[in-house]
């Protein structure tokens, strides 16, 4: 059974240019979370998926990031016009359940973005 | 205030010994979970051990255990018999329940393990 996947590992964007970030979940699992991991820094909540639907993305920082999962599996986090502050890890997290207190997390390895 | 705070930046044990790296969490929730994942240097975070609020015993997974101890709000992580692997950046990690806040776990600034020979 395979894990969490994202692509690409790595990343480097010039300050400006729009980036996608995949996520390609735990098949079956029904949440789906994104998280920027600054360095030194635990993960920090960017936006939480049930299914296809995007229930909650108030860690989103601005409006040029957006994120879709339309067929309710793999997932997408776009960057625009991408700002050195981006420069993060990207981690996608799935779980089977609907995110309650004992749905344990599982973790993909991560994007690294790094922006000049 | 901080959620869940991880008080030790860098820990070091020598291999075979055991290690606790600590935690403690503020939650006015009387239902909540705490997680324990491990990031290796290639960066995936990996769960290691789930306790949640109602649990009446310490939760055990091989060589890890959780040191719940409620009234004090902390869940400390107990490594035993450490390896060289085991070298990694731990973080703890909440979830509250439904009725006091959000679905979404808070994360520590993780601490960093070094085992050393």
């Known amino acids: 059974g395979a894990g969490v996947s994202q692509s690409p590992r790595y990343k480097v964007a010039k300050r400006g240019q729009d980036v996608a970030l995949r996520c390609d979940p735990i098949s079956g699992h029904v949440s789906l979370f994104w998280y920027q991991q600054a360095l030194g820094q635990g993960p920090e909540f960017l936006t939480y998926?049930?299914?296809?639907?995007?229930?909650?993305k108030s860690g989103l920082p601005s409006d040029r990031f957006f994120a879709e999962r339309p067929e309710g599996s793999v997932s997408t986090l776009k960057i625009q016009r991408t700002q050195q502050e981006d420069s993060a890890v990207y981690l996608c997290a799935s779980s089977p359940g609907l995110a309650g207190i004992t749905d344990t997390q599982y973790f993909g390895p991560g994007t690294r973005l790094t922006v000049l | 205030a901080q959620k869940i705070t991880q008080t030790q930046p860098g820990m070091f044990v020598q291999e075979k010994e055991a290690v606790t790296l600590d935690c403690t969490y503020d939650?006015?929730?009387?239902?909540?979970?705490l997680f324990w994942y491990k990031q290796p240097s290639s960066g995936e975070m990996i769960f290691l051990i789930y306790q949640g609020s109602y649990d009446e015993q310490n939760a055990t997974e091989g060589r890890y255990s959780l040191n719940f101890q409620k009234a004090r709000k902390s869940a400390n992580l107990v490594i035993s018999a450490s390896q060289l692997g085991d070298s990694a950046m731990y973080f703890c990690a909440m979830r509250e329940g439904m009725a006091g806040g959000s679905y979404i776990p808070t994360f520590g600034r993780g601490t960093s393990l070094i085992v050393h020979p």
């Open positions: 939650t006015s929730d009387q239902s909540y979970g």
């Open positions: 998926f049930q299914n296809e639907a995007q229930l909650d």
